[in-house]
């Protein structure tokens, strides 16, 4: 059940009507985007039509997403597509390419640390505070370790796995649920190695050695402690 933190009723449907959206067409968007709307998350990409120019009216696409503000009333936030990335958190060369690949990282903002993702549909950098990342303690009938429930607080994806099937789990800062489940039966070769290569922090391993090490130094350090923190398949 995703928590709403917004009602209906706060919806500013002035503030659509503008960009030519009724209350009807509010009412009639998909169940998944209202639950995004209400929940204060985004809403996948929608049209807004006939915006005015400078010569000429032109469309574009855009995610939307309310705001409570210090007030207690509501704002309508646009999120449209960029044709490059607006690096207003001055994200380093480095830190600027995993996020292209795909990455969540933590970055230090005025600071405090946050998780900063690339929401590639629209090219916006998306940043919630570290402190604010909840990690369950269980993933359907998984218990994660406390080095797994750590591993992903960074932002590094875990791999979860059983004889019938191996599951990548990581933080996406676009979902519902704050988390991104990967079926990685279903990949093929060449896309596993790609997924090794741009998670080379991943708990478990696939494909290059590169990860297979990591894996082995991961193993060594969990020796060390209790069965009880170890995942449980139930």
Known sequence: MIEQI????????QEFAK???????ISELSRKDLEQLLSGRRTSLLPINHIEGHDRDFDI????????????????????VRESIENDIKLSAYEL????????????IEGEKYMVQLDKENNELLKVKAKDIMIPHNIGDIELSS?????????????????????????DLNSRSGLKAQNLNDMTL???????????GIIGYLQTDENRNEYMQVQRQNESQSEGQRIKFN
Not at 19 to 25: F, I, K, P, Q, V
Not at 97 to 108: A, R, S, Y
């Open 97 to 108: 390419n995993k996020v292209k690949e795909g990455q969540v990282i933590l970055k230090k």
């Open 19 to 25: 960009l030519g959206y009724t209350r009807e067409m």
């Open 147 to 171: 080095t797994q429930r750590e591993h992903l607080k960074k932002g590094n994806p875990i791999l979860l796995e059983d004889t019938n099937y191996k599951i990548a789990v990581s933080i």
């Open 6 to 13: 917004f009602k209906e009723n706060e919806i500013p449907y």
């Open 61 to 80: 696409k855009a995610k939307f997403s309310l705001k409570r503000n210090s007030d207690g009333s509501v704002s309508l936030m646009i999120h449209p």
């Open 190 to 200: 060449a896309e596993k190695i790609a997924f090794d290569r741009v998670n080379p």
